[in-house]
């Protein structure tokens, strides 16, 4: 039996198991809904925070007991289309909450500014049953005065939410 | 010409800007159903070896979606989020992505109904003894009514990952740090066991075990599982491991337990000490 320790960490072997094994998981997500399917921000006054807020939730189903599931959002392009003068980070992606039924475990990610890199809404484990969440989101427009107002056509931009169960 | 001020004192500046969501804008309350399975695949497999499959998508929307796959690569990030991308090229060594095939690679799925998507997966003769990830990600599109319709865009990405462990590589990893500290962005509020985890090997892994706070009698005043989250090969790799304790001031001692899928089980003990939030 292998005794391994690190040159500046005290790790000690304190039991031996028998096997281990590589299993093919059934875990799927099911029915991910997004509600509404628009967000608004319009404000006239660049004082304001316009902010919205989104509902999202879905199913993990079969996964199992202690597997991660995070979900993960990110602006398809680095400017509004429209908009070029706005940058997405301009978004500020805030998790609200994370409510779970059917088990499992989730919490919020720390609020950051949207960029094309994913950035975690939420994350959490499985219990290895269906578990269903409820993650409410709010997106709102930091730093207004930063930026030309404009009225037409609307300043666009495509969310890109993943779910992963890794 | 006005500027931004005057603009805006005479009322005549709305700034208007819309986020698409993830759905179609043709969507009875906005709303999209789409799943995926099986989400993860892990297979031991050998050089010049094939394996082929099916992944199931389903639409569960009351309209029809359009889906386009891609092969991506991916790594865990320093908080323990999975990136992906089309290509990573620190992954490269280890990356499945070029020996996967997909069919089809872009259909669309009627109300309520799935497709069976099939991937092939040819490991080159060459390949060496050890581990290779990839993902397969899915990504909604606007059909084309829905695309001439309003410009809004939307788009969800279902992403299915692929381990294959080639051959018999050895794990090889330890716990490399321990450490306890306040959450990020709540300072004295909540706090986390900071993890690292060593991969010397070129195998993957999945740490198993946990983590306890105790007191200075040795009380276990907290303990958390360990996520079972993939440490990929040849890195080291952070978890964050949020803890449900509010420790008082004064010192405690942060017990981890892992296995590592050796037939062993590390244990690391280190001194913490609580001092008030600034």
Same mark, same amino acid.
């Given at each position: 039996?292998?005794?391994?320790?690190?040159?500046?960490?005290?790790?000690?072997?304190?039991?031996?198991?028998?096997?281990?094994?590589?299993?093919?998981?059934?875990?799927?997500?099911?029915?991910?809904?997004?509600?509404?399917?628009?967000?608004?921000?319009?404000?006239?006054?660049?004082?304001?925070?316009?902010?919205?807020?989104?509902?999202?939730?879905?199913?993990?189903?079969?996964?199992?007991?202690?597997?991660?599931?995070?979900?993960?959002?990110?602006?398809?392009?680095?400017?509004?289309?429209?908009?070029?003068?706005?940058?997405?980070?301009?978004?500020?992606?805030?998790?609200?909450?994370?409510?779970?039924?059917?088990?499992?475990?989730?919490?919020?990610?720390?609020?950051?500014?949207?960029?094309?890199?994913?950035?975690?809404?939420?994350?959490?484990? !499985?219990?290895?049953?269906?578990?269903?969440?409820?993650?409410?989101?709010?997106?709102?427009?930091?730093?207004?005065?930063?930026? !030309?107002?404009?009225?037409?056509?609307?300043?666009?931009?495509?969310?890109?939410?993943?779910?992963?169960?890794? | 010409?006005?500027?931004?001020?005057?603009?805006?004192?005479?009322?005549?500046?709305?700034?208007?800007?819309?986020?698409?969501?993830?759905?179609?804008?043709?969507?009875?309350?906005?709303?999209?159903?789409?799943?995926?399975?099986?989400?993860?695949?892990?297979?031991?497999?050998?050089?010049?070896?094939? !394996?082929?499959?099916?992944?199931?998508?389903?639409?569960?929307?009351?309209?029809?979606?359009?889906?386009?796959?891609?092969?991506?690569?991916?790594?865990?990030?320093?908080?323990?989020?999975?990136?992906?991308?089309?290509?990573? #090229?620190?992954?490269?060594?280890?990356?499945?992505?070029?020996?996967?095939?997909?069919?089809?690679?872009?259909?669309?799925?009627?109300?309520?109904?799935?497709?069976?998507?099939?991937?092939?997966?040819?490991?080159?003769?060459?390949?060496?003894?050890?581990?290779?990830?990839?993902?397969?990600?899915?990504?909604?599109?606007?059909?084309?009514?829905?695309?001439?319709?309003?410009?809004?865009?939307?788009?969800?990405?279902?992403?299915?990952?692929?381990?294959?462990?080639?051959?018999?590589?050895?794990?090889?990893?330890?716990?490399?740090?321990?450490?306890?500290?306040?959450?990020?962005?709540?300072?004295?509020?909540?706090? #986390?066991?900071?993890?690292?985890?060593?991969?010397?090997?070129?195998?993957?892994?999945?740490?198993?075990?946990?983590?306890?706070?105790?007191?200075?009698?040795?009380?276990?005043?907290?303990?958390?599982?360990?996520?079972?989250?993939?440490?990929?090969?040849?890195?080291?790799?952070?978890?964050?491991?949020?803890?449900?304790?509010?420790?008082?001031?004064?010192?405690?001692?942060?017990?981890?337990?892992?296995?590592?899928?050796?037939?062993?089980? #590390?244990?690391?003990?280190?001194?913490?000490?609580?001092?008030?939030?600034?």
């Amino acid at each position: 039996m292998a005794v391994r320790r690190p040159s500046n960490l005290a790790v000690r072997v304190v039991a031996t198991l028998l096997s281990c094994s590589l299993l093919l998981f059934g875990v799927s997500v099911k029915t991910f809904v997004a509600t509404p399917s628009t967000l608004s921000f319009s404000s006239s006054n660049p004082d304001s925070t316009p902010s919205s807020q989104a509902t999202l939730t879905y199913e993990i189903d079969g996964g199992a007991n202690g597997d991660a599931w995070t979900l993960t959002v990110s602006g398809s392009n680095s400017t509004f289309t429209n908009c070029s003068f706005l940058p997405v980070s301009a978004v500020r992606v805030t998790c609200a909450s994370v409510s779970i039924t059917g088990g499992g475990t989730g919490s919020c990610g720390s609020q950051f500014d949207l960029s094309t890199s994913p950035g975690t809404i939420a994350s959490g484990l !499985q219990t290895g049953g269906s578990d269903f969440y409820t993650i409410l989101v709010n997106y709102s427009l930091i730093d207004a005065w930063k930026y !030309q107002g404009k009225i037409s056509p609307s300043c666009l931009l495509t969310l890109n939410y993943t779910v992963a169960a890794y | 010409m006005s500027s931004y001020p005057e603009l805006h004192r005479r009322g005549i500046l709305t700034f208007r800007v819309v986020l698409a969501g993830l759905l179609w804008t043709g969507f009875a309350f906005g709303q999209v159903g789409l799943g995926l399975s099986p989400m993860r695949l892990e297979f031991t497999s050998r050089a010049g070896a094939v !394996q082929t499959g099916s992944l199931t998508l389903r639409n569960e929307a009351e309209a029809p979606v359009r889906v386009r796959t891609e092969l991506l690569d991916f790594h865990l990030d320093a908080t323990a989020t999975p990136q992906f991308e089309t290509s990573f #090229q620190q992954e490269a060594a280890y990356s499945c992505r070029n020996w996967l095939s997909i069919n089809p690679m872009e259909t669309e799925i009627s109300p309520r109904q799935s497709v069976q998507v099939r991937y092939t997966l040819r490991v080159p003769a060459e390949a060496a003894s050890r581990s290779f990830h990839c993902a397969v990600g899915f990504n909604s599109l606007p059909t084309a009514t829905q695309a001439r319709e309003s410009g809004i865009r939307a788009a969800v990405r279902m992403v299915a990952a692929f381990y294959v462990v080639v051959g018999e590589p050895a794990i090889e990893g330890e716990v490399s740090d321990v450490k306890f500290e306040p959450a990020s962005g709540s300072p004295g509020k909540h706090w #986390q066991a900071v993890v690292t985890i060593r991969n010397w090997g070129h195998r993957y892994f999945r740490p198993n075990g946990g983590v306890e706070l105790l007191d200075s009698v040795g009380t276990v005043v907290g303990k958390t599982e360990f996520p079972a989250l993939p440490v990929l090969p040849n890195r080291s790799q952070r978890f964050l491991i949020p803890m449900e304790v509010k420790p008082a001031e004064g010192k405690y001692a942060l017990r981890t337990r892992v296995t590592i899928g050796t037939p062993e089980i #590390q244990e690391a003990v280190v001194p913490v000490v609580v001092t008030p939030a600034p």
